[in-house]
């Protein structure tokens, strides 16, 4: 399917066959690509800025910059464009990831976040470079919480 250029903003695709299509420079912004086939596709230039991506078939596929899917980790995690990243259900900038409150990543899953964290900016810093930590992930009282 030639998609080039198509609003597909919101779009609900979830299990859609896009095998080989063209979607480059798509706005694929917010849409649920769940377990969509888009082996072979052609997403270059695409925004897919908080698509879900969770079990999608990218084999093959050309992907914007800076773009990755983590697989094996506790939380689904994709990178967008260098420049989003989803955990699980969230998605954020690198830099608001990078600047969370304790109070903040506890609300999203409790202690199992808290403990995901530092993991989580661990993978940021590999796939985007290494950037700020919160000063609470060194804290005494996060240690011995995370621990329990």
């Known amino acids: 399917a030639n998609l080039c250029g198509a609003d597909l903003c919101g779009a609900n695709l979830c299990g859609a066959n896009l095998r080989g299509a063209n979607l480059r420079d798509a706005n694929l912004r917010g849409a649920n690509l769940r377990d969509a086939n888009l082996r072979d596709a052609n997403l ?19 992907l914007p910059d800076l773009t990755f899917v983590i697989l094996g980790e506790k939380y689904f995690i994709s990178i967008t ?3 989003y990243v989803r955990a699980g259900c969230q998605n954020h900038t690198v830099e608001e990831w990078r600047k969370y409150s304790k109070q903040e990543i506890a609300e999203m899953d409790g202690r199992k ?36």
């Open 81 to 83: 464009n260098g420049e």
């Open 113 to 148: 976040a808290l403990k995901f964290y530092p993991r989580l900016l661990d993978i940021i810093d590999f796939y985007i470079g290494k950037g700020e930590r919160p000063d609470w992930l060194t804290s005494k009282e996060y240690a011995d919480e995370v621990t329990e």
């Open 44 to 62: 270059c230039g695409a925004n897919l800025r908080g698509a879900n991506l969770r079990d999608a078939d990218l084999r093959g596929a050309d």
